[in-house]
């Protein structure tokens, strides 16, 4: 994850002043306890078990309450020598890490660690790996965890080479199903422009395209937790069970849980296509995304044009589709090679 190589340039003192901006706000706005378990595992995993063997846990736990409680009654803070424990499981001692980390940072000091403890030279920092589908491309992939990731047109999926190791977070920007392996350990976290999803061993679909007016999950099997990516509205969680299915109105920023049907929701992984009271604007947008065309539209009133109803086309080229739906919206089109034109009749 960007922002955790951001922390380890920062362990380095060779971070920029963007950098430990960027750090600050993350750190400020968008760890919760579950981040920084993670974090601090991740960075424990890379230090060596001789460094390991030598801290002691005790006297820094004792220090992050002392810390933890004059927060209460001060506002600035120096701190000269500090080394990071291994995560504890109660809830307590991960509030104590969560508000070590905020304290330690945001009170402008440095986060040192104690040198015969952690080597910070051994800390890894991760190589993102991108994977993308182009207009009229669908893929698979398998990751290292043994999750399985199915990509829609047009879509990209960036995680670091470390993960299924200490963590298992993805950014997301398009649409994709998530057939995730049980991992307790280690939550599966899908975070794209809108929304956030965490896991443990389930499938689920995230759709979340930058130029459509809503974003959703769509849970097929096991249980997911919800929560928006925007700061501001980030405390609101909803939990989602099968065939249940959380959309956000990219506009209003309501977001509303209803049920659906796989079979029309999921249909796309089997290369079939389905339109559900949806505009020909979107309905465009759809098909030059999943036959790799541009779609032009001669005449006016394109706004008033809405598909009523379910329509399911399995696998059906574009003309019939076209066909189809012009018969019943009031249009006729022609096909020229990748150039199709839309007339409206109406």
């Given at each position: 994850?960007?922002?955790?190589?951001?922390?380890?340039?920062?362990?380095?003192?060779?971070?920029?002043?963007?950098?430990?901006?960027?750090?600050?706000?993350?750190?400020?706005?968008?760890?919760?306890?579950?981040?920084?378990?993670?974090?601090?595992?991740?960075?424990?995993?890379?230090?060596?078990?001789?460094?390991?063997?030598?801290?002691?846990?005790?006297?820094?736990?004792?220090?992050?309450?002392?810390?933890?409680?004059?927060?209460?009654?001060?506002?600035?803070?120096?701190?000269?020598?500090?080394?990071?424990?291994?995560?504890?499981?109660?809830?307590?001692?991960?509030?104590?890490?969560?508000?070590?980390?905020?304290?330690?940072?945001?009170?402008?000091?440095?986060?040192?660690?104690?040198?015969?403890?952690?080597?910070?030279?051994?800390?890894?920092?991760?190589?993102?790996?991108?994977?993308?589908?182009s207009k009229g491309q669908r893929s698979s992939i398998l990751l290292r965890d043994g999750s399985k990731v199915t990509l829609n047109s047009e879509t990209t999926i960036i995680y670091d080479d470390n993960f299924g190791l200490d963590n298992r977070r993805i950014q997301l920007n398009g649409e994709a199903f998530f057939e995730v392996t049980k991992?307790?350990?280690?939550?599966?976290?899908?975070?794209?422009?809108?929304?956030?999803?965490?896991?443990?061993?389930?499938?689920?679909?995230?759709?979340?395209?930058?130029?459509?007016?809503?974003?959703?999950?769509?849970?097929?099997?096991?249980?997911?937790?919800?929560?928006?990516?925007?700061?501001?509205?980030?405390?609101?969680?909803?939990?989602?069970?099968?065939?249940e299915q959380i959309t956000v109105d990219k506009t209003s920023k309501e977001w509303s849980k209803t049920v659906f049907n796989p079979d029309y929701v999921l249909s796309w992984k089997e290369n079939n296509l389905y339109f559900n009271n949806m505009h020909l604007a979107d309905i465009i947008k759809t098909l030059e995304r999943w036959y790799n065309v541009n779609i032009s539209v001669v005449g006016e009133g394109i706004e008033k044009l809405k598909y009523e109803g379910t329509g399911k086309f399995e696998r059906q080229s574009l003309e019939n589709i076209l066909g189809s739906l012009g018969y019943t919206m009031g249009f006729e089109s022609s096909v020229n090679e990748k150039q199709i034109i839309i007339h409206l009749t109406n």
């Open positions: 994850m960007e922002d955790k190589n951001v922390l380890y340039h920062f362990l380095r003192d060779d971070c920029s002043e963007e950098e430990r901006n960027q750090l600050h706000t993350w750190l400020a706005n968008d760890l919760d306890e579950n981040d920084a378990n993670e974090l601090l595992l991740s960075i424990w995993n890379k230090t060596a078990n001789k460094a390991k063997s030598s801290i002691d846990k005790e006297r820094i736990l004792e220090g992050v309450k002392a810390a933890v409680k004059a927060q209460t009654t001060e506002s600035n803070y120096e701190y000269s020598e500090i080394a990071l424990a291994a995560p504890k499981q109660n809830k307590f001692t991960s509030l104590l890490a969560v508000m070590s980390i905020l304290i330690i940072v945001l009170a402008g000091g440095y986060f040192l660690t104690d040198r015969n403890s952690v080597n910070v030279d051994q800390l890894h920092v991760a190589r993102q790996i991108e994977k993308t589908t991992n307790k350990n280690l939550p599966f976290t899908v975070t794209s422009a809108h929304l956030v999803t965490r896991a443990l061993g389930t499938s689920f679909n995230v759709r979340d395209y930058v130029d459509e007016e809503d974003a959703s999950i769509a849970l097929a099997t096991g249980e997911v937790k919800v929560n928006r990516t925007d700061v501001s509205l980030k405390e609101v969680k909803v939990i989602l069970t099968p065939n």
